[in-house]
């Protein structure tokens, strides 16, 4: 199979600049804050007669970055403000 096929690694042929964190905090008001640290410390949270649940650590990761930007998207995929 040596004779018909390529491997090739990205290193070979990829050059990629070096990674640029920018970190840019966010200030949440004490409404979004609160439901911000339920959310966190519960994996659920009620906003707006709207139950969100986050199944595993790394969904709630997901969700607190949505949040954090203003909007969740709930189980239908609909955002939730």
Request: aromatic content about 4%.
């Amino acid at each position: 199979i040596g004779d018909i096929c390529i491997s090739m690694s990205a290193k070979d042929y990829l050059q990629l600049p070096d990674l640029v964190e920018d970190i840019v905090p966010v200030a949440l008001d004490s409404k979004a804050a609160k439901a911000y640290e339920e959310f966190e410390k519960n994996l659920l949270v009620e906003i707006d007669d709207e139950l969100l649940d986050a199944g595993s650590a790394a969904v709630l990761s997901g969700k607190l970055l949505q949040m954090a930007n203003g909007a969740v998207y709930n189980e239908d995929k609909q955002p939730v403000e």
